[in-house]
Protein backbone atom coordinates (compact mmCIF):
# COMPACT_ATOMS: atom_id res chain seq x y z
CA UNK A 1 0.00 0.00 0.00
CA UNK A 2 1.16 3.86 -0.86
CA UNK A 3 0.78 5.95 2.48
CA UNK A 4 0.08 9.57 1.98
CA UNK A 5 2.72 11.83 3.70
CA UNK A 6 2.36 13.84 6.81
CA UNK A 7 0.18 16.59 6.96
CA UNK A 8 3.01 18.93 8.25
CA UNK A 9 4.41 17.88 5.32
CA UNK A 10 2.17 18.18 2.38
CA UNK A 11 1.10 21.72 3.70
CA UNK A 12 4.88 22.53 2.94
CA UNK A 13 3.85 22.28 -0.70
CA UNK A 14 3.30 25.36 -2.82
CA UNK A 15 1.06 23.70 -5.46
CA UNK A 16 -2.37 24.34 -5.46
CA UNK A 17 -4.16 22.60 -3.25
CA UNK A 18 -1.89 23.42 -0.75
CA UNK A 19 -2.21 27.08 -1.07
CA UNK A 20 -5.59 27.88 -2.14
CA UNK A 21 -7.46 27.89 1.34
CA UNK A 22 -5.80 28.43 4.99
CA UNK A 23 -4.74 25.36 7.40
CA UNK A 24 -7.85 24.50 8.67
CA UNK A 25 -9.48 23.30 5.43
CA UNK A 26 -8.78 20.01 4.40
CA UNK A 27 -8.15 20.19 0.90
CA UNK A 28 -9.86 17.32 -1.14
CA UNK A 29 -11.02 19.77 -4.40
CA UNK A 30 -8.30 19.31 -7.01
CA UNK A 31 -6.45 16.15 -8.85
CA UNK A 32 -3.46 16.16 -7.06
CA UNK A 33 -2.02 13.06 -4.99
CA UNK A 34 -1.16 13.32 -0.98
CA UNK A 35 1.40 10.62 -1.83
CA UNK A 36 5.64 10.78 -2.17
CA UNK A 37 6.43 10.33 -5.45
CA UNK A 38 7.65 7.11 -6.97
CA UNK A 39 11.17 6.34 -6.17
CA UNK A 40 11.93 5.42 -9.76
CA UNK A 41 10.84 9.28 -10.48
CA UNK A 42 12.25 11.06 -7.61
CA UNK A 43 15.65 9.22 -7.95
CA UNK A 44 16.04 10.87 -11.57
CA UNK A 45 14.13 14.05 -10.94
CA UNK A 46 17.61 14.38 -8.10
CA UNK A 47 19.52 12.92 -10.68
CA UNK A 48 18.64 15.94 -13.08
CA UNK A 49 18.68 18.52 -10.36
CA UNK A 50 22.72 17.15 -9.57
CA UNK A 51 23.53 17.57 -13.55
CA UNK A 52 21.87 20.67 -13.57
CA UNK A 53 19.90 19.25 -16.63
CA UNK A 54 17.67 21.72 -16.63
CA UNK A 55 17.48 23.21 -20.35
CA UNK A 56 15.43 22.74 -23.41
CA UNK A 57 14.02 18.94 -24.10
CA UNK A 58 15.75 17.13 -26.95
CA UNK A 59 13.52 17.33 -29.83
CA UNK A 60 14.85 13.59 -31.00
CA UNK A 61 14.60 11.86 -27.24
CA UNK A 62 11.77 9.19 -27.88
CA UNK A 63 12.52 7.69 -24.86
CA UNK A 64 9.45 8.32 -22.95
CA UNK A 65 7.20 7.90 -25.77
CA UNK A 66 8.96 4.34 -26.17
CA UNK A 67 8.19 3.84 -21.98
CA UNK A 68 4.30 4.66 -22.71
CA UNK A 69 4.45 2.35 -25.92
CA UNK A 70 5.81 -0.37 -23.25
CA UNK A 71 3.79 0.34 -20.69
CA UNK A 72 0.51 0.36 -23.15
CA UNK A 73 1.70 -3.30 -24.25
CA UNK A 74 2.13 -4.63 -20.47
CA UNK A 75 -1.27 -3.36 -19.33
CA UNK A 76 -3.58 -2.97 -21.82
CA UNK A 77 -2.09 -5.14 -24.88
CA UNK A 78 -1.73 -2.26 -27.03
CA UNK A 79 0.85 -1.22 -28.59
CA UNK A 80 0.85 2.03 -30.33
CA UNK A 81 4.20 3.01 -32.24
CA UNK A 82 6.95 5.25 -30.76
CA UNK A 83 7.26 7.15 -34.22
CA UNK A 84 3.66 8.05 -34.09
CA UNK A 85 3.63 9.62 -30.77
CA UNK A 86 4.74 13.56 -30.01
CA UNK A 87 5.36 15.44 -26.85
CA UNK A 88 3.80 19.00 -25.43
CA UNK A 89 2.87 20.90 -22.05
CA UNK A 90 -0.34 18.87 -20.81
CA UNK A 91 -3.64 17.79 -21.80
CA UNK A 92 -5.64 20.92 -22.26
CA UNK A 93 -2.62 21.62 -25.23
CA UNK A 94 -3.25 17.92 -26.77
CA UNK A 95 -6.72 18.80 -26.77
CA UNK A 96 -6.47 22.30 -28.18
CA UNK A 97 -3.68 21.49 -30.74
CA UNK A 98 -5.65 18.58 -32.19
CA UNK A 99 -9.12 20.06 -32.40
CA UNK A 100 -7.18 23.00 -34.51
CA UNK A 101 -6.22 21.15 -37.13
CA UNK A 102 -9.76 18.76 -36.71
CA UNK A 103 -12.29 20.98 -37.44
CA UNK A 104 -12.50 24.34 -38.88
CA UNK A 105 -14.14 27.64 -36.99
CA UNK A 106 -17.30 27.21 -35.45
CA UNK A 107 -17.81 23.75 -36.22
CA UNK A 108 -19.28 21.84 -33.01
CA UNK A 109 -17.55 19.24 -30.63
CA UNK A 110 -19.49 16.95 -28.64
CA UNK A 111 -18.88 16.70 -25.55
CA UNK A 112 -20.58 14.58 -22.15
CA UNK A 113 -21.62 15.90 -19.25
CA UNK A 114 -21.38 15.67 -16.28
CA UNK A 115 -17.36 15.80 -18.05
CA UNK A 116 -14.10 17.79 -16.97
CA UNK A 117 -14.62 21.23 -16.72
CA UNK A 118 -12.17 22.64 -18.93
CA UNK A 119 -13.32 21.13 -21.82
CA UNK A 120 -15.79 23.62 -21.88
CA UNK A 121 -12.80 26.03 -22.31
CA UNK A 122 -10.71 23.97 -24.47
CA UNK A 123 -13.13 24.25 -27.40
CA UNK A 124 -13.99 27.49 -27.89
CA UNK A 125 -9.79 28.13 -27.78
CA UNK A 126 -9.71 25.77 -30.39
CA UNK A 127 -12.21 27.39 -32.46
CA UNK A 128 -15.37 25.05 -31.99
CA UNK A 129 -18.68 25.80 -29.87
CA UNK A 130 -19.61 23.13 -27.34
CA UNK A 131 -22.49 20.96 -28.52
CA UNK A 132 -23.59 18.69 -24.95
CA UNK A 133 -24.82 15.12 -25.55
CA UNK A 134 -25.04 13.73 -21.20
CA UNK A 135 -23.95 10.90 -20.53
CA UNK A 136 -27.66 8.38 -19.66
CA UNK A 137 -27.57 7.72 -16.24
CA UNK A 138 -29.89 4.78 -15.40
CA UNK A 139 -29.35 5.27 -11.55
CA UNK A 140 -26.93 2.39 -11.35
CA UNK A 141 -24.22 3.65 -14.41
CA UNK A 142 -23.65 5.99 -16.48
CA UNK A 143 -22.75 5.40 -20.50
CA UNK A 144 -22.89 7.41 -23.38
CA UNK A 145 -25.63 8.28 -24.93
CA UNK A 146 -24.57 6.53 -28.41
CA UNK A 147 -27.44 7.83 -30.39
CA UNK A 148 -27.26 11.30 -28.82
CA UNK A 149 -23.75 11.59 -30.41
CA UNK A 150 -24.81 10.08 -33.89
CA UNK A 151 -27.96 12.74 -33.95
CA UNK A 152 -25.45 15.98 -32.44
CA UNK A 153 -23.22 14.75 -35.65
CA UNK A 154 -25.87 14.42 -37.90
CA UNK A 155 -27.31 17.55 -37.30
CA UNK A 156 -23.57 19.19 -37.75
CA UNK A 157 -21.16 18.55 -35.12
CA UNK A 158 -17.79 17.60 -36.70
CA UNK A 159 -16.05 16.12 -33.70
CA UNK A 160 -15.95 14.43 -30.40
CA UNK A 161 -13.96 14.90 -27.01
CA UNK A 162 -13.94 11.74 -25.71
CA UNK A 163 -13.07 11.34 -21.76
CA UNK A 164 -12.46 7.99 -21.36
CA UNK A 165 -11.93 6.98 -18.32
CA UNK A 166 -14.46 9.30 -18.02
CA UNK A 167 -13.89 12.42 -15.35
CA UNK A 168 -15.68 12.96 -12.47
CA UNK A 169 -17.60 9.54 -12.54
CA UNK A 170 -14.83 7.57 -12.93
CA UNK A 171 -16.64 5.24 -16.18
CA UNK A 172 -14.90 2.98 -18.34
CA UNK A 173 -15.98 2.91 -21.40
CA UNK A 174 -16.57 -0.51 -22.25
CA UNK A 175 -14.96 -2.28 -26.12
CA UNK A 176 -18.14 -2.50 -27.49
CA UNK A 177 -19.39 1.15 -26.73
CA UNK A 178 -16.03 2.49 -28.05
CA UNK A 179 -16.82 0.43 -31.26
CA UNK A 180 -20.02 1.41 -31.92
CA UNK A 181 -19.44 5.27 -30.95
CA UNK A 182 -16.11 5.15 -33.67
CA UNK A 183 -18.46 3.81 -36.45
CA UNK A 184 -20.94 6.83 -35.78
CA UNK A 185 -17.63 8.79 -35.84
CA UNK A 186 -16.70 7.55 -38.95
CA UNK A 187 -20.10 7.41 -40.26
CA UNK A 188 -20.62 11.19 -39.83
CA UNK A 189 -16.57 11.79 -41.34
CA UNK A 190 -15.99 13.50 -38.14
CA UNK A 191 -13.53 13.41 -35.92
CA UNK A 192 -12.38 12.42 -32.09
CA UNK A 193 -9.76 13.80 -29.60
CA UNK A 194 -10.03 10.96 -26.49
CA UNK A 195 -8.23 12.18 -23.47
CA UNK A 196 -7.31 9.16 -21.71
CA UNK A 197 -5.23 10.46 -18.89
CA UNK A 198 -6.71 8.30 -16.23
CA UNK A 199 -6.09 5.27 -17.65
CA UNK A 200 -3.54 4.00 -15.89
CA UNK A 201 -5.69 4.18 -12.39
CA UNK A 202 -8.45 1.86 -13.10
CA UNK A 203 -9.24 -0.29 -10.51
CA UNK A 204 -8.92 -3.77 -10.10
CA UNK A 205 -11.65 -6.03 -11.68
CA UNK A 206 -12.31 -3.73 -14.58
CA UNK A 207 -10.04 -3.28 -18.04
CA UNK A 208 -9.04 0.07 -19.58
CA UNK A 209 -9.84 -0.18 -23.58
CA UNK A 210 -7.66 2.23 -25.80
CA UNK A 211 -9.98 4.17 -28.00
CA UNK A 212 -7.33 3.61 -30.40
CA UNK A 213 -7.48 -0.10 -30.54
CA UNK A 214 -11.27 -1.06 -31.27
CA UNK A 215 -11.73 -0.45 -35.38
CA UNK A 216 -9.59 0.60 -37.82
CA UNK A 217 -11.96 3.64 -38.44
CA UNK A 218 -11.06 4.67 -34.55
CA UNK A 219 -7.45 4.52 -35.42
CA UNK A 220 -8.17 6.93 -38.89
CA UNK A 221 -10.17 9.72 -37.44
CA UNK A 222 -8.55 10.04 -33.66
CA UNK A 223 -5.90 11.22 -31.18
CA UNK A 224 -5.33 10.32 -28.41
CA UNK A 225 -4.13 12.70 -25.62
CA UNK A 226 -2.23 10.81 -22.22
CA UNK A 227 -0.12 11.79 -19.43
CA UNK A 228 1.70 10.48 -16.81
CA UNK A 229 0.44 13.25 -14.81
CA UNK A 230 -2.65 11.52 -12.92
CA UNK A 231 -1.13 8.30 -12.66
CA UNK A 232 1.91 9.78 -11.25
CA UNK A 233 1.37 13.11 -9.76
CA UNK A 234 2.92 15.29 -12.37
CA UNK A 235 0.71 17.64 -13.61
CA UNK A 236 3.13 20.46 -12.52
CA UNK A 237 6.37 19.38 -14.59
CA UNK A 238 4.09 19.74 -17.83
CA UNK A 239 4.31 16.87 -20.29
CA UNK A 240 1.65 15.03 -22.00
CA UNK A 241 1.29 12.74 -24.92
CA UNK A 242 -0.01 12.98 -28.71
CA UNK A 243 -0.78 9.34 -29.81
CA UNK A 244 -1.81 8.83 -33.20
CA UNK A 245 -3.08 5.30 -34.97
CA UNK A 246 -2.97 6.16 -38.38
CA UNK A 247 -0.57 7.89 -41.33
CA UNK A 248 -3.32 10.62 -42.11
CA UNK A 249 -3.29 11.44 -37.90
CA UNK A 250 0.28 11.28 -37.58
CA UNK A 251 0.66 13.92 -40.34
CA UNK A 252 -1.42 16.02 -38.83
CA UNK A 253 1.09 15.24 -35.51
CA UNK A 254 3.94 16.11 -38.10
CA UNK A 255 2.21 19.18 -39.09
CA UNK A 256 2.81 21.00 -35.36
CA UNK A 257 4.70 24.08 -35.13
CA UNK A 258 7.91 22.68 -33.54
CA UNK A 259 7.36 25.09 -30.21
CA UNK A 260 4.03 22.22 -29.41
CA UNK A 261 6.81 19.93 -28.45
CA UNK A 262 9.53 22.64 -26.83
CA UNK A 263 7.38 23.73 -24.34
CA UNK A 264 7.67 20.72 -22.93
CA UNK A 265 8.75 20.67 -19.59
CA UNK A 266 12.35 18.31 -19.12
CA UNK A 267 11.64 17.30 -15.76
CA UNK A 268 8.14 16.19 -16.92
CA UNK A 269 9.27 14.13 -19.69
CA UNK A 270 12.28 12.81 -16.84
CA UNK A 271 9.04 11.71 -14.72
CA UNK A 272 6.80 10.75 -17.68
CA UNK A 273 9.74 8.57 -19.07
CA UNK A 274 10.54 7.00 -15.19
CA UNK A 275 7.51 6.48 -14.27
CA UNK A 276 5.94 4.17 -17.22
CA UNK A 277 9.38 2.31 -17.35
CA UNK A 278 10.01 2.18 -13.82
CA UNK A 279 6.54 2.92 -11.90
CA UNK A 280 4.58 -0.05 -12.23
CA UNK A 281 5.18 -1.31 -8.74
CA UNK A 282 4.40 2.01 -7.05
CA UNK A 283 1.54 2.53 -9.12
CA UNK A 284 -0.09 -0.81 -8.32
CA UNK A 285 0.09 -0.31 -4.85
CA UNK A 286 -1.32 3.23 -5.10
CA UNK A 287 -3.97 1.88 -7.06
CA UNK A 288 -4.80 -0.38 -4.25
CA UNK A 289 -4.93 1.96 -1.67
CA UNK A 290 -7.11 4.45 -3.45
CA UNK A 291 -9.62 0.83 -3.60
CA UNK A 292 -8.93 0.67 -0.06
CA UNK A 293 -9.94 4.15 0.21
CA UNK A 294 -12.98 3.96 -1.35
CA UNK A 295 -14.42 1.17 1.10
CA UNK A 296 -12.99 3.77 4.28
CA UNK A 297 -15.65 6.15 2.54
CA UNK A 298 -18.31 3.45 1.99
CA UNK A 299 -17.97 3.08 5.80
CA UNK A 300 -17.54 6.15 6.95
CA UNK A 301 -21.14 7.73 5.08
CA UNK A 302 -22.64 4.76 5.55
CA UNK A 303 -21.90 5.51 9.55
CA UNK A 304 -22.76 9.55 9.49
CA UNK A 305 -23.89 10.50 6.29
CA UNK A 306 -26.05 7.66 5.06
CA UNK A 307 -28.34 10.32 2.38
CA UNK A 308 -25.06 10.59 1.05
CA UNK A 309 -24.66 8.45 -2.37
CA UNK A 310 -21.70 6.78 -3.54
CA UNK A 311 -21.32 4.96 -6.72
CA UNK A 312 -18.02 3.22 -6.46
CA UNK A 313 -16.25 4.04 -9.66
CA UNK A 314 -14.20 2.13 -12.48
CA UNK A 315 -11.79 4.23 -12.07
CA UNK A 316 -9.43 7.35 -10.90
CA UNK A 317 -9.29 8.16 -6.81
CA UNK A 318 -12.11 10.71 -7.80
CA UNK A 319 -15.47 10.27 -5.77
CA UNK A 320 -18.60 11.35 -7.30
CA UNK A 321 -20.76 11.94 -4.65
CA UNK A 322 -24.96 13.07 -4.94
CA UNK A 323 -25.33 15.23 -1.95
CA UNK A 324 -28.50 16.08 -2.53
CA UNK A 325 -30.57 14.22 0.10
CA UNK A 326 -28.50 17.00 2.49
CA UNK A 327 -30.18 20.00 1.55
CA UNK A 328 -27.48 22.13 1.66
CA UNK A 329 -28.47 24.53 -0.78
CA UNK A 330 -27.75 25.46 -4.79
CA UNK A 331 -24.19 25.45 -4.13
CA UNK A 332 -23.37 22.40 -1.40
CA UNK A 333 -19.39 22.64 -2.06
CA UNK A 334 -19.66 26.23 -0.85
CA UNK A 335 -21.50 25.38 1.96
CA UNK A 336 -19.58 23.00 2.79
CA UNK A 337 -16.26 24.72 2.76
CA UNK A 338 -17.70 27.27 5.02
CA UNK A 339 -19.43 25.13 7.50
CA UNK A 340 -17.53 22.11 7.94
CA UNK A 341 -13.92 23.48 6.15
CA UNK A 342 -13.57 21.11 3.49
CA UNK A 343 -12.78 22.21 0.22
CA UNK A 344 -14.45 19.73 -2.33
CA UNK A 345 -15.51 20.12 -6.23
CA UNK A 346 -19.13 21.81 -6.74
CA UNK A 347 -20.91 19.69 -9.23
CA UNK A 348 -22.29 21.99 -11.03
CA UNK A 349 -18.74 22.98 -12.56
CA UNK A 350 -18.91 19.39 -14.92
CA UNK A 351 -22.11 21.00 -16.16
CA UNK A 352 -25.87 21.15 -15.32
CA UNK A 353 -26.02 16.92 -14.56
CA UNK A 354 -23.81 17.87 -11.63
CA UNK A 355 -26.06 19.44 -9.32
CA UNK A 356 -26.60 18.23 -6.52
CA UNK A 357 -23.09 16.52 -6.40
CA UNK A 358 -19.87 17.04 -5.06
CA UNK A 359 -15.94 15.53 -6.56
CA UNK A 360 -14.50 14.42 -3.50
CA UNK A 361 -10.11 13.53 -4.20
CA UNK A 362 -9.78 10.40 -1.92
CA UNK A 363 -6.07 10.21 -2.81
CA UNK A 364 -4.99 10.86 0.38
CA UNK A 365 -4.51 9.44 3.73
CA UNK A 366 -7.92 7.32 5.02
CA UNK A 367 -7.44 9.40 8.64
CA UNK A 368 -8.43 12.63 5.98
CA UNK A 369 -11.53 10.81 4.54
CA UNK A 370 -12.95 9.80 7.93
CA UNK A 371 -12.17 13.28 9.80
CA UNK A 372 -13.63 15.03 6.03
CA UNK A 373 -16.71 13.30 6.47
CA UNK A 374 -17.11 13.90 10.34
CA UNK A 375 -16.75 17.38 9.75
CA UNK A 376 -19.41 17.42 7.18
CA UNK A 377 -21.89 15.25 9.56
CA UNK A 378 -21.15 17.14 12.42
CA UNK A 379 -22.21 20.61 10.34
CA UNK A 380 -25.13 19.55 8.89
CA UNK A 381 -26.32 18.19 12.56
CA UNK A 382 -25.82 22.07 14.18
CA UNK A 383 -27.38 23.29 11.33
CA UNK A 384 -30.70 21.24 11.94
CA UNK A 385 -30.07 21.57 16.29
Known amino acids: MTHADPIATLRRRTSEKWTAYPDDVLPMFVAEMDFPLAPAIR ?26 AAFAARRWGWA ?3 ERIGYTTDVSVVI ?10 GDGVVITPPVYPPFYAVIPEAGGVVVEVPLLDDGD ?6 DGIDKALEAGARAVLLCNPHNPTGTVHSPATLEALSRIVAAHG ?3 VSDEIHAPLVHSGHTFTPYLTVTDEARDHAIVAASGSKAFNLAGLKTALFVTGSDRMTAILRSFPDEVTYRTGIFGLIATREGFAHGGEWLDS ?4 IEENFRTLERELAAHLPGVRLRRPQATYLAW ?7 LGADPAAWILERARVALFDGTGFGREGAGFVRMNLACAPETIAEAVRRIAEARQTRTL
Do not use: H, K, Q, W
Open 321 to 327: LDVSALE
Open 43 to 68: TALAEAIELGDTGYIGGTDTRAAEAF
Open 80 to 82: PEP
Open 141 to 146: AYTLDL
Open 286 to 289: TVAT
Open 96 to 105: VESLRRLIAP
Open 190 to 192: ATL
